[in-house]
């Protein structure tokens, strides 16, 4: 292996791992590195679809009894498929090409206590019915691999970890943090979130719950979401390193609006717009909402408010100007029932009765439709909202891939898009096509998008997609809101600028040269 691994650790969820892994991936892009992210597993209904790659690092044979998707290194391809947002954006910031060894291991929750395993982008029935904790022999090998590889076709890999690597209950399971950072030898970064409080505990525990092989992997404290004098925290860095021998290199101030967009939780539960607010967009948070990620541009759109909605309450005070927006959803009619139970079923169906512009994604699309049927077992069956003349069937093959589409005339509040080439991506089992009884009394529902990607009611107020990505493509930012966002390659470059300025001198370069204690 050639390549120098860095690795993200946390002392909880939502320490800040995903974005200092992004923001390292930029820095040491910028010093004319070749780097890739890595995150061995990642739990997440946020992804996206990368494209087949091809492998030039495989020399060796696959571990006796190892069940590798692709084939195996013989073969010098990887299948396109699914991996998590946060890896996919962290390639990009690595001036990388995003592929599925960036993240083997893709856990998509479904239910409480079920999730679909994507396993080197592709879904495995297999593994998504085995208990989780006997998954770990099994993908183990095909997580090494994947990071041997990159490994060796790599000057640094930026590894992210998950949750904390201290769970002593995880531990004898553990393929995301610790046996990851031994096997690459990673020089770690152990992130605390301070405004949460007892940073200097939680950073401390974790440390002293580490064996003594991973404690020496340790190589730095990170202070995250800093809020005043940072000069009020001594003596407790020194303190720290006195109990430990790890310093603290950075402590980074709070930054509300970086541009990135979120991985696992939905943005602030209301927006603050940029200058006069002219439009409210209203996007349901269902409980398996996926893909909110692509709702980050929105948020920047001058005079836009984002605004997250669970309750009927929330939607009585919007104009027939305001969007609703239903997004996608790993659970289609587990979502549908649960809007019903919070009268949001009603609350959209008013919304649209007024005229008020609806627009469905992916998941969303299906329910705005008159039913979902699912002769498969693989989402369940139920009435639609009846708001698209439409109908889904569930299929076992999944349609995951990368589309380039232009929308054919469409009217009312979406008229702006007519003529305009889009890009996206596809991620569904359900495959939509309009009622063959409606059709035929002449409620036929209007194609706006080629091969079933896009459909309109009669009235024009109701558009359902399956595309991904819709509001990520400048093009129809332009022709939606005639201004454009900041850019990803901006935000990246604004990541790593904050973390060259916040980390203690030459910290960054040194380790990746090895030479920061202890």
Same mark, same amino acid.
């Given at each position: 292996?050639?390549?120098?691994?860095?690795?993200?650790?946390?002392?909880? $969820?939502?320490a800040g791992?995903?974005?200092?892994?992004?923001?390292?991936?930029?820095?040491?892009?910028?010093?004319?590195?070749?780097?890739?992210?890595?995150?061995?597993?990642?739990?997440s209904?946020?992804?996206?679809?990368?494209?087949?790659?091809?492998?030039?690092?495989?020399?060796?044979?696959?571990?006796?009894?190892?069940?590798?998707?692709?084939?195996?290194?013989?073969?010098?391809?990887?299948p396109?498929?699914?991996?998590g947002?946060?890896?996919?954006?962290? &390639?990009?910031?690595?001036?990388?090409?995003?592929?599925?060894?960036?993240?083997?291991?893709?856990?998509?929750?479904?239910?409480?206590?079920?999730?679909?395993?994507?396993?080197?982008?592709?879904v495995?029935?297999?593994?998504?019915?085995?208990?989780?904790?006997?998954?770990?022999?099994?993908?183990?090998?095909?997580?090494?691999?994947?990071?041997?590889?990159?490994?060796?076709?790599?000057?640094?890999?930026?590894?992210?970890? &998950?949750? $904390?690597?201290?769970?002593? +209950?995880?531990?004898d399971?553990?393929?995301?943090?610790?046996?990851?950072?031994? @096997?690459?030898?990673?020089?770690?970064?152990?992130?605390?979130?301070?405004?949460?409080g007892?940073?200097?505990?939680?950073?401390?525990?974790?440390?002293?719950?580490?064996?003594?092989?991973?404690?020496?992997?340790?190589?730095?404290?990170?202070l +995250?979401?800093?809020?005043?004098?940072?000069?009020?925290?001594?003596?407790?860095?020194?303190?720290?390193?006195?109990?430990?021998?790890?310093?603290?290199?950075?402590?980074?101030?709070?930054?509300?609006? @970086?541009?990135?967009?979120?991985?696992?939780?939905?943005?602030?539960? $209301?927006?603050?717009?940029?200058?006069?607010?002219?439009?409210?967009?209203?996007?349901?948070?269902?409980?398996?909402?996926?893909?909110?990620?692509?709702?980050?541009?929105?948020? +920047?759109?001058?005079?836009?408010?984002?605004?997250?909605?669970?309750?009927?309450?929330?939607?009585?005070?919007?104009?027939?100007?305001?969007?609703?927006?239903?997004?996608?959803?790993?659970?289609?009619?587990?979502?549908?029932?649960?809007?019903?139970?919070?009268?949001?079923?009603? &609350?959209?169906?008013? @919304?649209?009765?007024?005229?008020?512009?609806?627009?469905?994604?992916?998941?969303?699309?299906?329910?705005?439709?008159?039913?979902?049927?699912?002769?498969?077992?693989?989402?369940?069956?139920?009435?639609?909202?009846?708001?698209?003349?439409?109908?889904?069937?569930?299929?076992? &093959?999944?349609?995951?891939?990368?589309?380039?589409a232009?929308?054919?005339?469409?009217?009312?509040?979406?008229?702006?898009? $007519?003529?305009?080439?889009?890009?996206?991506?596809?991620?569904?089992?359900?495959?939509?096509?309009?009622?063959?009884?409606?059709?035929?009394?002449?409620?036929?529902?209007?194609?706006?998008?080629?091969?079933?990607?896009?459909?309109?009611?009669?009235?024009?107020?109701?558009?359902?997609?399956?595309?991904?990505?819709?509001?990520?493509?400048?093009?129809?930012?332009?022709?939606?809101?005639?201004?454009?966002?900041?850019?990803?390659?901006?935000?990246?470059?604004?990541?790593?600028?904050?973390?060259?300025? @916040?980390?203690?001198?030459?910290?960054?370069?040194?380790?990746?040269?090895?030479?920061?204690?202890?």
């Amino acid at each position: 292996m050639r390549a120098k691994a860095i690795m993200v650790l946390g002392t909880t $969820s939502g320490a800040g791992k995903s974005w200092l892994t992004t923001a390292l991936c930029r820095y040491y892009a910028n010093q004319g590195l070749k780097v890739a992210p890595f995150k061995a597993q990642n739990m997440s209904n946020n992804a996206r679809v990368v494209a087949p790659t091809l492998v030039a690092s495989r020399t060796t044979l696959p571990p006796e009894g190892a069940n590798f998707p692709w084939g195996g290194p013989a073969e010098n391809c990887v299948p396109g498929g699914e991996i998590g947002s946060a890896q996919y954006f962290q &390639a990009l910031a690595a001036r990388a090409v995003p592929e599925v060894r960036m993240n083997p291991l893709l856990l998509k929750p479904e239910k409480d206590t079920q999730s679909q395993v994507i396993l080197m982008g592709q879904v495995n029935t297999e593994l998504s019915r085995m208990a989780w904790r006997g998954r770990s022999a099994s993908v183990w090998p095909v997580i090494a691999q994947a990071l041997d590889e990159l490994m060796a076709e790599n000057d640094v890999v930026v590894i992210e970890g &998950a949750g $904390s690597p201290a769970e002593i +209950n995880l531990k004898d399971s553990d393929i995301v943090n610790m046996r990851v950072a031994l @096997h690459a030898h990673a020089a770690c970064l152990l992130v605390t979130d301070i405004d949460r409080g007892g940073a200097f505990a939680h950073l401390y525990g974790t440390w002293a719950m580490l064996d003594n092989a991973e404690q020496k992997l340790i190589k730095g404290f990170v202070l +995250n979401k800093f809020r005043g004098d940072a000069t009020l925290l001594a003596p407790g860095p020194q303190m720290l390193q006195n109990l430990t021998s790890v310093p603290t290199v950075a402590t980074l101030p709070m930054w509300w609006q @970086h541009g990135l967009p979120e991985e696992d939780g939905v943005f602030d539960a $209301s927006s603050r717009a940029t200058g006069t607010v002219t439009k409210t967009i209203a996007v349901i948070a269902y409980p398996r909402i996926s893909n909110l990620d692509e709702f980050q541009p929105l948020k +920047n759109v001058p005079g836009i408010r984002l605004q997250w909605v669970r309750s009927p309450s929330e939607l009585a005070g919007l104009s027939p100007a305001d969007w609703v927006i239903l997004p996608g959803s790993k659970h289609t009619s587990g979502d549908l029932d649960w809007l019903r139970a919070q009268g949001l079923d009603r &609350a959209v169906a008013e @919304h649209a009765g007024r005229g008020g512009a609806v627009l469905g994604i992916c998941g969303g699309l299906q329910m705005l439709g008159e039913a979902l049927i699912d002769t498969h077992g693989i989402d369940g069956n139920g009435p639609g909202l009846g708001l698209l003349p439409v109908v889904t069937m569930f299929e076992p &093959a999944k349609t995951v891939r990368h589309r380039e589409a232009g929308f054919t005339a469409v009217s009312g509040p979406w008229s702006a898009l $007519s003529g305009v080439m889009v890009r996206g991506y596809e991620i569904h089992h359900g495959q939509t096509a309009p009622h063959s009884a409606m059709a035929a009394a002449g409620d036929l529902a209007q194609a706006v998008l080629p091969e079933g990607l896009g459909w309109q009611n009669a009235a024009g107020n109701v558009l359902g997609v399956y595309l991904h990505g819709l509001f990520e493509d400048p093009a129809v930012l332009q022709a939606l809101f005639g201004a454009g966002t900041p850019t990803l390659d901006s935000v990246f470059e604004g990541l790593a600028g904050y973390i060259d300025r @916040h980390f203690e001198p030459s910290v960054l370069n040194e380790l990746i040269a090895g030479r920061v204690a202890p």
